[in-house]
């Protein structure tokens, strides 16, 4: 059964940084876009990054861009968020998620999902 699974979430201060891993068991996802989501309770999820299956091009939110970096390692089956000078808008369940094709910013377009890892951010 395939499994994503988030890890490296956690408390830090503004303008910290985080690295976030997902990773992919019970199936290889080499072909498959990954992308990260994140969510606040009571409100919308919202695209943070999306990548595809080589790792050639990569899509960030504007709300974090140039904070935030999305790469993957297929040897791995795992991928990661790099997050810098976080602040505290950004506290959120992070989840990551897979899908046959193109990178996509509509998390309607994906397949499989982590369970989410939390981010908090303290001003």
């Known amino acids: 059964q395939a499994q994503l699974v988030e890890s490296g979430g956690g408390l830090v201060q503004a303008g910290g940084s985080l690295r976030l891993s997902c990773a992919a068991s019970?199936?290889?996802?080499?072909?498959?876009?990954m992308g990260w989501f994140r969510q606040v309770p009571g409100k919308e999820g919202e695209f943070v990054a999306a990548i595809t299956w080589s790792g050639f091009h990569t899509y960030i939110a504007d709300s974090v861009k140039g904070r935030f970096t999305i790469s993957r390692d297929n040897a791995k089956n795992t991928i990661y968020l790099q997050m810098i000078s976080l602040k505290p808008e950004d506290t959120a369940v992070y989840y990551c998620a897979a899908r046959w094709g193109d990178g996509s910013y509509s998390s309607g377009d994906y397949d499989y999902w982590g369970q989410g890892t939390q981010v908090t951010v303290s001003s």
């Open positions: 019970g199936r290889t996802f080499s072909r498959h876009a």
